[in-house]
């Protein structure tokens, strides 16, 4: 029988299964804490410059589980500024990752991002909606430089799919990554399908903004080997 390890991630039982077993599910709902708090078992980095960001629980009587959610709180408008949170002790390359989320406000930028495969903070793939572009992209992050991934047969300037991502109001983002091939949804709908073997190996999953987002999260759920 296979062996495992578990931990506790911000107030879940999380339960990592060895290489072979059966896949493990975790969701986090981020409400055994006290709003104002670190979020216990996650590392939060910084892609690009300006500041860091601020990760804390919050209160938010909308939340899809309430009553607390995790929100990225700084507005450095800093352009090329990529905050990002993984969830510790969590390793997996094929997965079925998904977050609620709510763009609160920002004036450059309010989007919402799924990181996987995260090697460092300067290494990963990262699905990212923006209300005020109104449109999801898959990124991948190489030595601290992003690049939109395109579908097969898209053209030379195609940017990502243009979807209707609502500020102020709580959404659905999801990645299912199976070896090179990963599908990013929107709610229930299927936006992007796209191939990539840049990171082809297991990594951590977590959370992720830019610029000047102020963004909740929440109901982190993981499905992965």
Same mark, same amino acid.
């Given at each position: 029988? #296979?062996?495992?390890?578990?931990?506790?991630?911000?107030?879940?039982?999380?339960?990592?299964?060895?290489?072979?077993?059966?896949?493990?599910?975790?969701?986090?709902?981020?409400?055994?804490?006290?709003?104002?708090?670190?979020?216990?078992?996650?590392?939060?980095?910084?892609?690009?410059?300006?500041?860091?960001?601020?990760?804390?629980?919050?209160?938010?009587?909308?939340?899809?589980?309430?009553?607390?959610?995790?929100?990225?709180? =700084?507005?450095?408008?800093t352009s090329y500024r990529f905050p990002v949170c993984?969830?510790?002790?969590?390793?997996?390359? =094929?997965?079925?990752?998904?977050?609620?989320?709510?763009?609160?406000?920002?004036?450059?930028?309010?989007?919402?991002?799924?990181?996987?495969?995260?090697?460092?903070? =300067?290494?990963?793939?990262? #699905?990212?909606?923006? #209300?005020?572009?109104?449109?999801?992209?898959?990124?991948?992050?190489?030595?601290?430089?992003?690049?939109?991934?395109?579908?097969?047969?898209?053209?030379?300037?195609?940017?990502?799919?243009?979807?209707?991502?609502?500020?102020?109001?709580?959404?659905?983002?999801?990645?299912?990554?199976?070896?090179?091939?990963?599908?990013?949804?929107?709610?229930?709908?299927?936006?992007?399908?796209?191939?990539?073997?840049?990171?082809?190996?297991?990594?951590?999953?977590?959370?992720w903004t830019k610029a000047d987002?102020?963004?909740?999260?929440?109901?982190?759920?993981?499905?992965?080997?």
């Amino acid at each position: 029988m #296979a062996s495992c390890t578990s931990f506790v991630a911000a107030g879940m039982l999380v339960v990592e299964l060895a290489a072979g077993s059966e896949a493990a599910i975790r969701q986090l709902t981020f409400d055994q804490q006290k709003p104002g708090e670190h979020p216990a078992g996650f590392t939060c980095a910084l892609t690009g410059s300006g500041r860091a960001g601020t990760w804390r629980l919050v209160e938010d009587a909308t939340a899809p589980t309430r009553p607390n959610a995790i929100g990225q709180m =700084d507005d450095d408008a800093t352009s090329y500024r990529f905050p990002v949170c993984v969830l510790d002790g969590v390793s997996a390359k =094929d997965l079925d990752l998904s977050v609620r989320f709510k763009t609160v406000r920002g004036t450059k930028d309010q989007a919402a991002g799924l990181v996987w495969r995260y090697r460092d903070h =300067d290494n990963y793939y990262v #699905a990212r909606a923006n #209300a005020l572009e109104g449109n999801v992209v898959l990124y991948k992050v190489e030595g601290g430089r992003r690049t939109d991934l395109k579908p097969k047969g898209a053209g030379l300037f195609a940017y990502g799919k243009k979807a209707n991502v609502a500020a102020g109001t709580w959404g659905s983002l999801r990645v299912i990554a199976q070896g090179n091939v990963f599908e990013v949804y929107l709610g229930t709908d299927k936006l992007l399908e796209i191939e990539d073997s840049t990171f082809s190996g297991a990594g951590q999953v977590g959370l992720w903004t830019k610029a000047d987002s102020v963004t909740y999260f929440d109901d982190l759920q993981l499905k992965g080997r």
